[in-house]
């Protein structure tokens, strides 16, 4: 690749915004064979494309766009948990989870949120919500 070609990617990675398939070809005229070059460099990771589906280097997905422009991102921890997503019409979840994988803490866009607590087994033996619900199963 030219220079000229790098820097225009980079500034198209700069510079675009949601939702990103409909803005690569109607903003900045790209063909979807580019749509990589700039996907790759937005998420910080090497990506496949299977549709309107964008997958990223541990096999999540990580963006979704349908045709009307509606979209979907996710985030993953080291271990493959879905740790937060965020759709096109302002909903988001935020979540943790311990050493083990369980979900410890949920946290949604309208404000309400739910944690967890496990035994040593992994079983649930506490939950607790924004509602004000403390279930204590010991």
């Known amino acids: ?12 990675v700069n510079d675009i915004e949601l939702p990103y398939f409909k803005n690569m070809e109607e903003n900045y005229g790209l ?3 580019e749509y990589p070059l700039v996907l790759s460099k ?3 990771q090497s ?17 979704f766009e349908d045709s009307n422009g509606d979209w979907a991102k996710y985030e993953y921890d080291t271990n493959g948990n879905k740790i937060y997503y965020e759709y096109s019409n302002g909903y988001w979840n935020k979540r943790e989870y311990d050493t083990n994988g ?3 803490y949920s ?10 607590g496990y ?6 033996i506490y939950y607790e919500d924004s ?5 204590d199963k010991f």
């Open 1 to 12: 690749m030219n220079k000229k070609y790098i820097k225009y990617i980079e500034y198209i």
């Open 31 to 33: 063909s979807e064979k």
């Open 42 to 44: 937005l998420f910080n």
């Open 47 to 63: 990506v496949t494309i299977k549709g309107d589906r964008v997958y990223g280097t541990n096999g999540n997905k990580i963006y």
């Open 102 to 104: 369980k979900l410890i």
């Open 107 to 116: 946290e949604y866009s309208n404000g309400s949120w739910t944690k967890y």
């Open 119 to 124: 035994d040593d087994n992994g079983n649930e």
């Open 131 to 135: 509602d004000g619900v403390i279930i």
